[in-house]
């Protein structure tokens, strides 16, 4: 289909600085774990989003010095010669597209810890940072501040020669220039302090020396927080920016407008969980009433209809999205083609921001399981191989996360046949009750993007309402069986603390349930509900919210020294401590069941065992841990045993998912996603390697 | 105990449409295929009560050039036994499609015919009364439930507001089947593989006679007056329905 005339703004070029953007779709700065040490990912992951539509691309925050080394967090370099080869390869392959290469120039300050430089960072002032625990900076005077100001001239020629046509000066996250601009991290009182023509002074002089370097060829780009939601300690969009913005637009070619600090980063890469799209459009709107320049800025645009009213609004000039990039590098494309229910939605669920939070692992994205993938396994998100076993017909079982991607890869592999065999009415598994907690309706894309390309496919079909068994399965008449048939959470109490159960904890009981007993099956709690929560991610707190919305007396109980630690790596934690607050839910940590009754619940202190508490309750809900649900496989490898499959001709005998341990979404899909790339490897049940991009040395050379 | 099952594959529309040259008829090229969602539900009807039965066969029928039998395949791989394709090419109308089915209907002598109600693509309703009318037969449309006797069976007949006319009917009898009136059963792929080896008998159609009706011109309609097209993000186009909702019932 062509494109829809509506979106024709969208693809319209525009002008910034010495550089034309060929179309309004830019990737905005983010990390991929890849940084300029592993500059054949780095490069081969940025390229699929200019092959994908995107006019302009971004490295991730760029390091201009080894003083602002963000180890154990990667980042890209542009500390020497060495680094401007390695990210030139990116400018090149960008180039070859069609696409423009832009560096997001970066000093962290104190929020740097310098874990492998062992250097001391440096800042407007001697506070440690909010980020980064038990890091000091040293605080700058004048030689210090010309000093930094020259690693930003030297980084940005460096740019140059790599190739960038784009170079940012960038503060947004609470870096160096904002922290200048910022009275939460400056309480100088020389001329970089206390007004806002001194607080700004740092800012608008590294700008005016960047573009005196290296403007005549690059655009200047400056991304800039625009709100840190912190009152007067923090920047503000009338006292700080718009102001700032008049000072410095003449010397700037693109704005790049966000909010948030660093220690709250969530406001910007927002979980869907508290914000829809398009949340950013007031300040960027603000922004653009000021600057003559053409601003961009993202709001996790997925919708081709909300773009074009930004633009239309007069809020922003460039669509920058980060999140629905990854999720789907083909968005642009997509549009242009008019192929709107192809676009793979992000979800906003920040699984891809955990692992830059956890500090190092590459990019992961529960939608896009090529995502980090692209030159190591060589998976493209959109081009597949007929596989050379396609005269295969194969059998599905369970329509899960996992089962629904491998059904759908294996039909865009050409298979005779794919059937996706489900107990239920419909597609889903656990995805089907999970968007039911609150605020994670969008999480339901995982589904509806599956469900629409399955229907799609040919090849594919989805049979509801069946259960096979082990007999079923063995007659069907498949070559190749993939069992999907997920997980569940344990009814006993069965736990990764005490690796035991709970003695009296049993989800047959009405006074006690799981979580999809509550969800999927409608099972009611009495009004005071105590959760046992040892899995430290979202269904704890999600159940906690949900039942104390429903008017119930929560108490949240967990072995661990937070609550959903794992939600700090997401963002959502700040945000979900705040609702749980308001709800009056009780929060109690470090305590573990060791008895549970009808109406009574014994714990005990995890460093303290003899200090014993008791809790009356009317339920108990099971938060402990997940199990595979292998029956069916167990019963098709132990008792009908793989002879008796390969007599009836199957060749092939899978498992994928949660049945084969319980995770992560994103690994459930990308584990049905790898099955179905690899099917027609030697073996099938084995990940082929992948390329690992390592230094590999020649042990004579170094020993000679 | 012998049903016959008259089966068709229909064309589902793509999201893009362009018409054959001489303007009457949809290009195939735009055009997917598969089994009519009634006749799905008739063969499980079928299926169902020569199981009940204890012997007899199932036969499904179509009337067309080699591409129907994609979807007499369905049938078969869901279980029927056997089927006869009368061989013809090009447009038919519901009229001449019953004519040709009249003639297997009599060298075969059925207890009992099945249609569905309707084709997804013409959407007609007329080939299974047609088809009675051509054989002297007495017919049933639109039934959600039948109960065989000797001789006979009372079969419930669908009509407008949810009422159900309950009907005794003498058989042999020509019945259309509407959606719902069973789960029709899905074919594992080794049914599937099984179907293609099945016997499917080609047939000569006799003179199918003139039309009763003819297609002139297929054309998109012409945008009407007064349709309101509602753009913006989904959010806002919901708000707009609810208040559209609001204005219009207030
Ligand atoms: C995995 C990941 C890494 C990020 N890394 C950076 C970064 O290095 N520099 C930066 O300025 N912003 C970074 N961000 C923030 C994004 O640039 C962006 O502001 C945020 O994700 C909101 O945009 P979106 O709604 O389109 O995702 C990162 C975001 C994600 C998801
Ligand atoms: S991991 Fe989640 S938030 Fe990140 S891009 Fe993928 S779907 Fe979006």
Redesign the interface.
């Known amino acids: 289909m062509p494109r829809d005339p509506k979106y024709d703004i969208l693809f319209e070029p525009i002008q910034i600085g010495p550089k034309t953007m060929k179309n309004r779709f830019y990737q905005i700065p983010h990390c991929n774990g890849f940084g300029s040490e592993k500059p054949l990912n780095q490069a081969h992951f940025r390229a699929m989003k200019a092959e994908g539509g995107y006019a302009a691309v971004c490295t991730e925050y760029c390091s201009i010095h080894p003083e602002s080394d963000d180890t154990h967090r990667v980042s890209a370099r542009l500390w020497d010669d060495d680094d401007i080869k390695n990210l030139g390869l990116m400018c090149d392959m960008l180039h070859e597209h069609g696409a423009l290469a832009a560096a997001e120039l970066w000093y962290g300050g104190p929020h740097a810890p310098c874990m492998e430089t062992r250097c001391v960072p440096r800042a407007p002032s001697q506070i440690p940072s909010d980020f980064e625990h038990l890091t000091y900076p040293k605080e700058m005077d004048k030689d210090d501040i010309r000093e930094v100001q020259g690693f930003y001239v030297e980084a940005a020629k460096r740019a140059r020669e790599a190739g960038f046509d784009i170079v940012y000066v960038y503060g947004s996250h609470s870096y160096l220039p904002q922290q200048f601009l910022t009275p939460y991290y400056n309480r100088r009182t020389d001329e970089y302090g206390g007004s806002l023509e001194n607080r700004a002074r740092f800012w608008r002089e590294t700008i005016e020396q960047v573009k005196e370097a290296v403007g005549d060829d690059c655009a200047i780009a400056v991304r800039m927080s625009t709100d840190m939601f912190m009152g007067e300690a923090g920047t503000q969009l009338e006292r700080d920016c718009l102001p700032f913005v008049e000072l410095v637009d003449e010397i700037v070619d693109v704005w790049d407008i966000n909010v948030s600090g660093i220690s709250e980063w969530g406001e910007d890469a927002t979980p869907s969980r508290f914000y829809e799209s398009g949340r950013l459009l007031p300040w960027q709107k603000a922004v653009k009433g000021v600057s003559k320049k053409p601003v961009l800025g993202v709001g996790r645009f997925t919708s081709p209809d909300l773009m074009v009213e930004a633009i239309n609004d007069g809020a922003l000039d460039i669509i920058a999205t980060c999140r629905p990039s990854i999720s789907d590098p083909f968005l642009p494309k997509k549009i242009d083609e008019g192929r709107l229910d192809d676009i793979r939605e992000c979800i906003g669920c920040n699984i891809c921001i955990s692992r830059w939070e956890i500090g190092g692992p590459p990019l992961i994205c529960t939608q896009n399981a090529t995502a980090g993938e692209e030159y190591r396994r060589g998976w493209h998100p959109e081009k597949f191989e007929k596989a050379a076993n396609a005269d295969n017909d194969v059998l599905i079982v369970g329509a899960g996360p996992a089962g629904m991607e491998c059904a759908r890869v294996l039909g865009e592999r050409g298979m005779r046949r794919v059937h996706l065999v489900e107990g239920q009415d419909d597609m889903g598994g656990i995805m089907r009750w999970i968007p039911q907690f609150p605020g994670l309706g969008e999480w339901a894309r995982v589904v509806n993007y599956r469900k629409i390309q399955i229907d799609k496919l040919k090849n594919v079909e989805f049979i509801p309402n069946t259960k096979l068994d082990a007999e079923g399965v063995k007659n069907y008449g498949a070559e190749i069986v993939i069992v999907a048939t997920g997980g569940y959470w344990a009814t006993d109490g069965l736990n990764g603390c005490t690796h035991d159960t709970i003695p009296g904890a049993d989800a047959s009981q009405a006074w006690c349930a799981t979580p999809e007993q509550i969800m999927a099956e409608g099972k009611s709690t009495g009004d005071k509900v105590l959760i046992v929560d040892n899995d430290g991610y979202f269904t704890g707190v999600s159940l906690a919210e949900k039942l104390a919305e429903e008017g119930k007396q929560v108490t949240l109980m967990t072995h661990l020294g937070h609550i959903a630690p794992y939600m700090h790596f997401t963002l959502e934690a700040p945000n979900m401590h705040r609702k749980l607050h308001k709800l009056k839910v009780e929060i109690v940590t470090y305590q573990i069941p060791t008895e549970i009754k009808e109406g009574n619940v014994t714990s005990a202190h995890v460093y303290d065992e003899e200090h014993l508490t008791e809790w009356g309750v009317d339920s108990v809900v099971l938060v402990t841990q997940r199990r595979s649900n292998e029956a069916l496989y167990r019963e098709l490898k132990d008792s009908v045993g793989i002879d008796a499959l390969v007599s009836e001709g199957i060749t092939g005998f899978y498992r994928i998912g949660d049945c084969v341990a319980p995770r992560l979404v994103a690994d459930c899909v990308f584990d049905g996603h790898r099955l179905a790339r690899e099917i027609d490897s030697d073996n099938p049940e084995v990940p082929l390697p992948f390329k690992r991009e390592r230094h590999v040395i020649e042990r004579e050379a170094v020993l000679a | 105990m012998k049903v016959l099952v008259c089966v068709k594959q229909v064309a589902v529309l793509g999201?893009?449409v362009e018409f054959t040259d001489d303007e009457r008829d949809v290009d195939p090229d735009y055009l997917?295929f598969a089994l009519n969602e009634w006749d799905s539900y008739a063969t499980e009807e079928a299926l169902r009560l020569v199981e009940a039965a204890g012997s007899g066969e199932v036969v499904v029928v179509s009337v067309g050039d080699e591409d129907m039998e994609d979807g007499m395949r369905r049938c078969l791989a869901m279980g029927a036994d056997r089927g006869i394709r009368v061989e013809a090419e090009g447009r038919l109308d519901p009229i001449q499609v019953a004519r040709a089915l009249a003639e297997v209907v009599q060298s075969e002598s059925p207890d009992l015919v099945f249609a569905g109600v309707q084709s997804s693509d013409s959407v007609q309703a007329a080939t299974g009364n047609a088809l009675a009318g051509l054989l002297d037969l007495p017919s049933v449309a639109v039934v959600t439930k039948i109960d065989l006797g000797d001789g006979k069976a009372t079969v419930n007949r669908e009509l407008e507001g949810g009422l159900v006319d309950v009907v005794e009917v003498d058989t042999p009898a020509v019945i259309t089947i509407q959606t719902g009136i069973n789960?029709p059963r899905?074919a594992?792929?080794?049914?599937?593989?099984q179907a293609e080896e099945k016997e499917i008998d080609m047939r000569q159609a006799g003179d199918l006679g003139e039309p009763g009706s003819r297609v002139r011109k297929m054309f998109v309609p012409p945008k009407g007056e007064g349709a309101e097209m509602l753009?913006?993000?989904?959010?806002?186009v919901a708000q707009r329905i609810k208040e559209i909702v609001q204005e219009k019932t207030a």
Not at chain 2, 231 to 236: H, K, R, T, V
């Open positions: 999201d893009e997917d789960e899905y594992t792929l080794r049914a599937i593989k753009d913006g993000g989904a959010a806002e």
